[in-house]
C-alpha cells in the first residue's frame, strides 16, 4: 500500500485507482497474528501446511497476490505408466536441494547469496580438518592393514623361507622325499548306488522261504500291508548277540587253558558296567582320528610321534595288540627316538619291556630317559645300581644319573660317587654341598673352598660355610665368613638380592638344628641393601612384622634389633621388640629391652609402663606359685616365692619412681602407680599417691580414683566430698553422677540418687549408663511406666542407640510382658538393624526350633560381630551338643574381640569345664589371662563390685560363670 500512496503522489493529475478491501489483501509471508502486541499461541499443521504442495497451492504461487486461483483446465486422460507408481521425476530433482528445488521449492526460502557463503565456510572448515587427520588417518589405516596380513598371510608368504630352503637342497634329499599317495576322493558313479528293496518284497520273499509265527500291532499303529513281525528271527538274533557278547568277554578276562571259562558268574553283572560302549559318534571319532594318523604315519614314516599316538589311540579302544604292532614298527622306523623307546616298554610287560629298553639303549646310549627307565625297572637295589653306574659310564655328565645312583648307594658308596660326581659335574652346586655333608668337618671345609673356587658366584657355598662353622661351634667365623661373602658375590658382578637374602635367613632359622647366628649375621649385613637410608625404620619395622606372620622369630628379632641399635632414639621400635620378646621370649628379655628403652626415650611413658608392667605380672605369678606351694605342703618354697614376688613388686615401683621423675605431669605413670598399690590392698599407699597427683594433675580420673579408694576404705563422706568436688571441677564426667547416685542408693536415699542422675542427665545426655541407672533406680522402686518412660526419653534423645533398646527389652522381660518385650524387639531391630548385641539378644529371646532361621538371618547381617558368633555358639552349636563346632566359634568370639570381652573367655572356660579336660582348661586361664580383658556385661558388673575390688581374673571369670548359671536357672 505504501507503493501505491508514493505513486499517487508523484503524479498529481493521474486518475486514482479503485481502493481495495483491507481484508482482501494477501498476507505478508512472516506475519504472525498478535505478535505486535505481544500475543503468542501454538502451532497447528494448517500454519505449517502439508509436507507436499497442492496444485491450487502452486496456483496460487503463480498467480496474482491475493486473487483466488482458477480452476485450471482437466488434462486430456493419457494412458497411466506403471513406471509413475515407483518414483518421481528424475527432471525435478535437484543433487543439493533435493526435492526442494522440484516441486517443493515453493514451501521453503530461497537458495540466496549468504547460503551459499555459509556452505562455502563450512566446506573450507571440513577441508582443514580433514587435512589435520589425514596423517592420523593413514597411518592407522596402514597399521591395519599390515595387522591383517600379518593375521592372516598368504599361502606364498607362510611357505616362503621353505621354498627357499629348496633351492639347496641334493637331488638324493629331493629323490627320498615320501609319495603321499592318493588320498584324493573321487565322484562315485551314480550307477554303483545300490536301491534296497522294498519293505513287502523282503515279507514276501521270507514267506515263501518258511512259516513264521508274526502279531500285528494294532490301535492306530498297524504295519504296513504284507509286513509283519518275526518273532523267531529276533530271538535267535538275541541269542546270537549274546553268544558274541559272552565270547568278547570271556577273551577279555581270559580262559584257563583247560578251556573252562574264568568268567565269575557272581562278579558277571558288575563287570558288565565297566564295560565301556562307544556311541556311533565316539566310533565315527575314533575312525577319523585313526585315517589322519595312519596318512601321518604312511606320508612320514620317521616321525616318531605319529607312532606313539597312533599306538595310545589303540590301547584307548582296547586293541592292545595293534598297539604293541605299531609301536614296534615306529621302533624299527625311529630307532634313535627316545619317545618311542619309552611308549614300547610301557605297553609291554616288565620281562619284555627290559629286552625293549635294552635295544633302545643300544641306539641312544646317552639318552638319561631310558636309562632312567631301565633302572626303575629292575626290582633289586644291587641291579639298580648297576644299571646306573652303566649308564654313568655312557653319560658322565647327568646330574639326574649322578643323584639317582647315590641316593641307591650307601654313605661310604655315596661319598665316592659323590667326588666322581663333582669332577664331571663341577658346575651343580647341589653335589658340592651334599659331599661337604658327608665329610668330616676339616674335609668339609676344604671341599667347599674347591667349590668356591669352581663356582665364586654362588651364594649358598657361602652360606653352608656359616652354617657349617656355627655346627662346630666357631660363631665368631659366622660373621667374617657373611661379610667375605658379600665382598666376594659383588667383586664377581652378583647382584646382592636384599629378599633372597632374608629368605636365607629365614631358611637358617628353620634348619634342624637351629642355625640362630647365621639367621642374625645374614640380616645384619643385607638388611640395608637398595634401601633408602629416609626409609630404613618403616622398611625394617615391615620386614619383621612380615617374618613375624611367616612365624620366623629370630629374623625378625635380628630386625628389629638391628633397628634399635641404628635408631636407639624410637621408642616405636623398642616396643615392638619388647611386645615380640614378651609373646617369644623370656620376661628377662623383655625387662633388658625395655630398661634399654627408657635409657635412651625417657621421655616415653609406654616404656615406663611396660617395663613397671612386666615386673608386677611377674610378681604375680610369683604369688600364684607360692599359694599353690603353701597348698601343697611345701612352706618354705612358699615363703621363698612370696619374698622373690615382694622383690618383683619393689622394682615396679622402682620403675614407676624412675618414670615420675623423667614425667612429672604425666597421668598414665600417676594412675600406674596407683593401681599398683590398690591391687595389692596397700590403701594407705595409693591415697597418698592420689592426693599428690590431685595436688599435680587437674584430671577426672585421678578425682574418680580417690573417691574409689574412699569407697572401698567405707568412708562415704570422704566420697561425696571428693564426688561433689569433681562434679564441680568436671562438670561434663558422667561417672561422677553414676558414682554419686551409686552412693546414695548404698546409703538408702532413693530421692538424692534420682536427683544426682537427673542431673547427670542434665549436662551428660549422651550417656547410656546414667539412662540405664535411672531407669533401673525406677524399676526396684516398683514404678515400671516410669522406668519406661526414662528409657523412652534417652531413644529420643539419642536415636540409633542399642544399649537403650536393649535396656527397654529386658524392661519388659523383667516385667514378665513377653510380647511387649518381642515387640520391642522388633523395633529395635528395625532401628538398629546392624547392632551385634541385639541381634544376640534376639537369637537368645526365640524358641529353639526358631533358632537355626534366626541365627542364618543374623549372621548375614553381621558375620563378624563378635556378640552374635558367640550366641550363635551358646545357642544353636552348645546346645545340639555339637562342641567342637561351639569351642571353635567361641575361638572366634575371643578373636574377634582381641580377648577385651570377659563374657567370652567365661563362656569358653565353662564349655571346656563341661566338655574338656584339665590341660584345656589351664590353657584356657593363661592366655585370658594374657589378654586381660576389661569389658563385658556381665563381668564388668562382677569386676566392679566393691566385694570383688582386689579379686583375681581367674576368681572374677569363675563368679561370671556362677552368675551365667544363676540366670540360666529358671
Known amino acids: 500500500m505504501s507503493g501505491m500512496h508514493t505513486q499517487a503522489q508523484s503524479a498529481p493529475g493521474a486518475q486514482e485507482p479503485p481502493a481495495v478491501s483491507f481484508n482482501a489483501m494477501a498476507v505478508p509471508s512472516n506475519y504472525v497474528p498478535g505478535l505486535g502486541r505481544g500475543a503468542t499461541g501454538f502451532t497447528t499443521r494448517s500454519d505449517i501446511g502439508p509436507a507436499r504442495m497442492t496444485p491450487e497451492m502452486a496456483a496460487a504461487q503463480q498467480g496474482a497476490p491475493g486473487a483466488p486461483a482458477a480452476a485450471p483446465a482437466a488434462p486430456p486422460k493419457e494412458e497411466k505408466k506403471p513406471e509413475a507408481n515407483d518414483a518421481e521425476d528424475d527432471s525435478k530433482f535437484d543433487h543439493f536441494m533435493g526435492n526442494d528445488a522440484g516441486a517443493l521449492a515453493g514451501t521453503f526460502g530461497e537458495y540466496d547469496q549468504d547460503d551459499r557463503e555459509a556452505d562455502e565456510v563450512w566446506e573450507a572448515i571440513d577441508a582443514h580438518m580433514d587435512d589435520r587427520r589425514r596423517a592420523i588417518r593413514e597411518k592407522k589405516l596402514k597399521e591395519d592393514i599390515e595387522k591383517y596380513r600379518k593375521e592372516n598371510p598368504k599361502i606364498t608368504e607362510q611357505f616362503a623361507d621353505l621354498k627357499r630352503k629348496l633351492a639347496h637342497i641334493s637331488e638324493d634329499e629331493w629323490n627320498a622325499i615320501p609319495d603321499i599317495g592318493d588320498y584324493t576322493r573321487h565322484k562315485k558313479n551314480k550307477m554303483d548306488i545300490l536301491t534296497p528293496a522294498p519293505d513287502n518284497l523282503l515279507a514276501k520273499r521270507l514267506a515263501e522261504k518258511e512259516s513264521m509265527t508274526s502279531i500285528s500291532v494294532g490301535n492306530g499303529l498297524d504295519t504296513p500291508a504284507g509286513m509283519s513281525t518275526n518273532l523267531k528271527a529276533i530271538g535267535e538274533g538275541r541269542t546270537q548277540m549274546l553268544d558274541v557278547n559272552l565270547e568278547n568277554i570271556a577273551k577279555r578276562m581270559g580262559d584257563s587253558a583247560s578251556g573252562k571259562s574264568t568268567v565269575d558268574p557272581k562278579g558277571y553283572l558288575t563287570s558288565l558296567d565297566s564295560v565301556q560302549l562307544s556311541s556311533d559318534a565316539e566310533i565315527s571319532d575314533i575312525k577319523k582320528a585313526r585315517m589322519l594318523l595312519k596318512s601321518v604315519i604312511n606320508t612320514n614314516p620317521k616321525h616318531a610321534p605319529g607312532w606313539v599316538a597312533a599306538a595310545r589311540l589303540e590301547e584307548q579302544v582296547g586293541a592292545m595288540p595293534e598297539a604293541r604292532k605299531l609301536i614296534m614298527k615306529g621302533c ?38 631310558l636309562w632312567i627307565q631301565a633302572a626303575r625297572l629292575e626290582q633289586d637295589k644291587q641291579a639298580k645300581s648297576r644299571v646306573l653306574r652303566r649308564a654313568l659310564e655312557k653319560v658322565p655328565t647327568s646330574v639326574r644319573l649322578w643323584k639317582a645312583a647315590i641316593e641307591l648307594a650307601s654313605e661310604d658308596d655315596a661319598r665316592v660317587l659323590l667326588k666322581r660326581a663333582t669332577e664331571c659335574c663341577p658346575q651343580h652346586v647341589e653335589l658340592w654341598l651334599a659331599l661337604a655333608r658327608l665329610e668330616s668337618y676339616d674335609n668339609a671345609r676344604k671341599i667347599l673352598n674347591e667349590a668356591r673356587r669352581a663356582l665364586p658366584s654362588e651364594m649358598g657355598i657361602w652360606i653352608h660355610a656359616a652354617k657349617l662353622e656355627e655346627a662346630n661351634g666357631n660363631k665368631p667365623m659366622v660373621e667374617k665368613i657373611i661379610v667375605r661373602a658379600i665382598k666376594s658375590l659383588s667383586d664377581n658382578q652378583v647382584v646382592i ?51 613375624l606372620d611367616r612365624g620366623s622369630v629370630e629374623t625378625a628379632r635380628a630386625i628389629l634389633q638391628h633397628a634399635v641399635s641404628v635408631f636407639p632414639g624410637k621408642k616405636s621400635l623398642y616396643k615392638a621388640l619388647a611386645q615380640l620378646e614378651r609373646q617369644h621370649g623370656t620376661s628377662e628379655a623383655v625387662a633388658e629391652v625395655l630398661e634399654r628403652g627408657v635409657k635412651y626415650c625417657p621421655q616415653a611413658e609406654v616404656l615406663w609402663l611396660m617395663a613397671a608392667k612386666t615386673k608386677w605380672q611377674e610378681s604375680d605369678a610369683q604369688k600364684r606359685e607360692s599359694e599353690a606351694a603353701r597348698r601343697a605342703g611345701d612352706e618354705k618354697a612358699a615363703a621363698q616365692l612370696l619374698q622373690q614376688s615382694r622383690e618383683l613388686l619393689e622394682a615396679a615401683r622402682g620403675i614407676l619412681y624412675s618414670a615420675n621423675i623423667a614425667n612429672s605431669e604425666s597421668e598414665q605413670i600417676w594412675l600406674a602407680a596407683f593401681k599398683i598399690e590398690f591391687e595389692n590392698a596397700e590403701m594407705e599407699r595409693a591415697r597418698g599417691i592420689l592426693a599428690k597427683a590431685r595436688a599435680t594433675l587437674a584430671n577426672e580420673r585421678i578425682w574418680m580414683k580417690s573417691a574409689l579408694v574412699e ?38 536415699s532413693a530421692d538424692a540418687a534420682r536427683q544426682a542422675y537427673q542431673a547427670g542427665l542434665k549436662r551428660c545426655m549422651g550417656s547410656a549408663p546414667l539412662w540405664r541407672s535411672l531407669s533401673r533406680l525406677e524399676e526396684r522402686a516398683g514404678m515400671i511406666g516410669k522406668a519406661r518412660n526414662v528409657l523412652e526419653q534417652g531413644r529420643l534423645k539419642n536415636p540409633h542407640n542399642s544399649e537403650l533398646w536393649l535396656a527397654a527389652v529386658r524392661v519388659e522381660q523383667r516385667a514378665g510382658n513377653i510380647k ?151
Not at 343 to 365: D, F, I, M, W
Request: with cysteine.
Open 497 to 547: 638380592n636384599r629378599d633372597v637374602w632374608l629368605k636365607e635367613a629365614e631358611a637358617a632359622e628353620r634348619a634342624d638344628p637351629p642355625m640362630v647366628n647365621t639367621c642374625r649375621e645374614i640380616v645384619r649385613a643385607v638388611i640395608d641393601y637398595g634401601v633408602e637410608k629416609d626409609d630404613w625404620k618403616k622398611t625394617w619395622k615391615a620386614d619383621a612384622r612380615e617374618a
Open 711 to 748: 569407697r572401698e576404705r567405707g568412708e562415704t563422706d570422704e566420697e561425696l566430698k571428693l564426688l561433689n568436688e569433681g562434679i564441680s571441677k568436671f562438670p561434663y564426667f558422667h561417672k561422677f553422677y553414676l558414682m554419686l547416685g551409686q552412693l546414695e542408693e548404698q546409703r538408702g
Open 332 to 369: 624299527d622306523l625311529c630307532p634313535h627316538s627316545e619317545d618311542v623307546w619309552l611308549e614300547a616298554a610301557r605297553l609291554q610287560t616288565p620281562e619284555h619291556a627290559k629286552a625293549l629298553l635294552a635295544r633302545g639303549v643300544s641306539y641312544n646310549q646317552t639318552s638319561v630317559k
Open 820 to 970: 511387649a518385650a518381642e515387640s520391642l524387639m522388633a523395633r529395635a531391630l528395625a532401628d538398629c538393624p546392624k547392632s551385634g548385641v541385639l541381634l544376640a539378644e534376639n537369637l537368645a529371646m526365640a524358641p529353639r526350633p526358631a533358632r537355626k532361621a534366626k541365627s542364618l538371618d543374623a549372621l548375614k547381617e553381621c558375620p563378624d560381630d563378635p556378640h552374635v558368633v558367640a550366641a550363635v555358639a551358646q545357642l544353636v552349636f552348645w546346645s545340639d551338643r555339637k562342641v567342637d563346632k561351639a569351642r571353635s566359634w567361641l575361638l572366634r568370639a575371643v578373636q574377634l574381640a582381641r580377648g577385651d570381652n570377659g563374657d567370652f573367655w567365661a563362656l569358653l572356660y565353662k564349655l571346656e569345664s563341661q566338655y574338656g579336660n584339665a590341660d584345656s582348661q589351664k590353657k584356657v586361664l593363661e592366655e585370658m589371662r594374657k589378654a586381660e580383658p576389661r569389658h563385658g556385661e556381665r563381668w564388668q558388673r562382677v569386676s566392679k563390685d566393691p566385694a570383688n575390688a582386689h579379686a583375681s581374673s581367674e576368681t572374677i571369670l569363675k563368679k561370671v560363670i556362677i552368675d551365667m548359671d544363676k540366670e540360666a536357672a529358671p
